[in-house]
């Protein structure tokens, strides 16, 4: 299994489509901070002379996409819905290119075929999660070029918009270094996830805009699903569950609900791993 | 040349049937989803949904959104719905044509002799395919407004509390008449849909993707007038805002999209390196 893993990170990490994936990241990134900095230089000091620097929310920590204070606009959206996309082009398009070019079958030939399934699933997942957190880091970076590093006052919340019912909002209020820390590694998981679950489709379907097209398309469905069908259920605990909205430090519509949104990654990876499964006993002839 | 383009146009209706049908399929599907969820919304807010008439219901589908302004937070939420509507659309447009670049269809294009009777067929094929999705879409807004009001008419009158827009001076109150928002609108799908179509065949159909996912989100973040998204959305047509896009203006720019990538495409794919494009992804 270490030999297979190791070749197959080997492609993921140093194959064009890991390098395309990223700077696509890396270009919605920088295009959320320069939202964030266009947008409070607009609030902050308005044509009329006026000033209110609102110092504490005008925090990097604030400021960066996963909190998103100061900037849910075009380029906020474009980061949380683009990524989903962009994140599974590193590497899951490799079960339909290496099943349609016949390397599969030479692979699993020379060694077990779990070893392959699994370490495939073991790269596309940090292929993915490396765009991912890659993409927020230099968010942080780029905002932290033109916002000092306060410490997050929660005096401050209606400008932050971490309210204490938010998930990891004490974090964020103690140690934001540590609340970065974990809303990376939590946004990184789940890309990694969804990446894993493009890759197990692939097994089954050759076409690869069903399998990327498709399933993003219907990704967006279940967030439909989530904002119009369950908000009609007005009696019930109503809560996120699309992974364009748990990606995010908050929403407008749900509360993020921590046991929710780690079920939501334990469900793609269950999917994934079902997928595979399946595929690593069916016959190959 | 037209009788090639009607060649191997007639090939690709035959060999792209599947794309076309799922088409109608989505539009059908994406208009029954989307209505039935905007209902049980209003039904939510005790807004009255059986007095929507037909362009009560198309609006509420391509509403779309305004861009933000500092302070106005709890105004904006994206939409999630106009954005699955348009993506969805780009399904058939992706799937077939870039496709038909490899095996039986290059053969086609290298051995027919005019790559440009070809092309022009996948444009045309990609037109049909966007208007069967438009009409799979009306004809089921109409059958829903038939069942639940029976007013089939254009004009939008008790939907505004449910779109959810901000207070602003530069919104228009209603009624609205959107019938020629829906023809220009379906114009900008069209010409999208062949913008992608066209990018899908130089570059790999996933990147295109992602290049049309950039232009349908940037809208929500300012009023340009140069993002096709723009287009698709009827609050920033002069229906709904003051200062809108006016019917001329989005007839021009949609026009000036489809030719521009016609007509580009057309000469590039002239002179296109079909043998040597690799199939493979790594």
Request: charged share 10%.
């Amino acid at each position: 299994m270490g030999t297979v893993l190791a070749m197959e990170l080997r492609k993921a990490f140093g194959g064009r489509w890991f390098k395309i994936a990223l700077l696509l990241g890396v270009v919605f990134a920088l295009l959320g901070a320069a939202e964030t900095m266009d947008v409070y230089s607009r609030a902050a000091f308005p044509t009329d002379g006026s000033s209110y620097t609102f110092p504490t929310s005008a925090s990097c920590f604030a400021t960066w996409l996963g909190v998103g204070a100061w900037g849910e606009g075009g380029a906020y959206n474009l980061f949380f819905y683009g990524i989903v996309f962009v994140a599974p082009l590193a590497y899951s398009w490799s079960s339909i290119a290496e099943t349609e070019s016949g390397y599969r079958g030479e692979v699993i030939s020379r060694c077990s075929r779990p070893a392959y399934y699994f370490s495939k699933l073991c790269a596309a997942f940090l292929s993915a999660a490396a765009v991912v957190a890659a993409a927020l880091l230099v968010n942080l970076v780029a905002v932290a070029c033109f916002f000092p590093a306060y410490l997050p006052n929660s005096y401050d919340n209606l400008y932050t918009c971490m309210y204490s019912s938010d998930a990891l909002s004490h974090e964020f209020y103690s140690n934001p270094a540590l609340f970065v820390s974990l809303r990376t590694l939590f946004d990184s998981v789940l890309c990694g996830a969804w990446a894993c679950v493009v890759l197990s489709l692939g097994w089954f379907i050759r076409n690869r805009v069903v399998t990327f097209v498709g399933s993003y398309i219907a990704l967006l469905g279940i967030e439909y699903f989530n904002h119009y069908f369950f908000a009609s259920l007005g009696s019930v605990y109503l809560f996120e569950f699309s992974p364009f909205q748990i990606l995010r430090g908050w929403s407008y519509a749900y509360t993020h609900d921590p046991v929710v949104s780690c079920c939501v990654v334990a469900a793609l990876i269950c999917i994934a791993l079902l997928l595979t499964t399946f595929k690593v006993k069916r016959d190959v002839l | 040349m037209i009788a090639s383009m009607i060649g191997c146009l007639r090939v690709d209706l035959r060999a792209g049937g599947k794309q076309l049908v799922a088409a109608i399929v989505l539009g059908v599907g994406l208009a029954l989803l989307e209505t039935g969820g905007m209902w049980l919304k209003a039904a939510s807010t005790d807004v009255d949904w059986t007095a929507f008439s037909l362009g009560d219901n198309v609006l509420a589908l391509l509403c779309g959104m305004i861009p933000p302004q500092p302070g106005e937070r709890n105004d904006v939420t994206f939409p999630v719905g106009w954005l699955l509507l348009w993506a969805a659309c780009l399904y058939a447009p992706l799937s077939y044509p870039s496709r038909d670049m490899h095996g039986f269809g290059r053969n086609v294009a290298l051995e027919c002799g005019n790559r440009g009777a070809w092309f022009l067929s996948k444009c045309l094929w990609v037109i049909v395919a966007a208007l069967f999705f438009l009409g799979g879409l009306l004809v089921a807004e109409v059958g829903l407004t038939a069942f639940a009001s029976g007013n089939l008419g254009f004009t939008a009158e008790e939907i505004h509390p449910v779109l959810e827009l901000p207070r602003r001076d530069d919104l228009q109150g209603a009624p609205y008449d959107i019938g020629p928002f829906v023809a220009t609108c379906a114009l900008a799908c069209v010409a999208l849909s062949v913008l992608t179509m066209v990018s899908s065949l130089f570059v790999r159909p996933l990147i295109s993707f992602s290049v049309a996912l950039v232009l349908l989100i940037l809208p929500a973040l300012a009023i340009t007038g140069w993002l096709p998204g723009e287009y698709l959305m009827a609050v920033r047509s002069e229906v709904l805002r003051t200062a809108g896009l006016s019917v001329v203006q989005s007839l021009l720019y949609s026009t000036a999209l489809l030719l521009v990538s016609m007509l580009g495409g057309l000469a590039l794919f002239d002179r296109a390196d079909l043998l040597g494009r690799s199939t493979s992804n790594d």
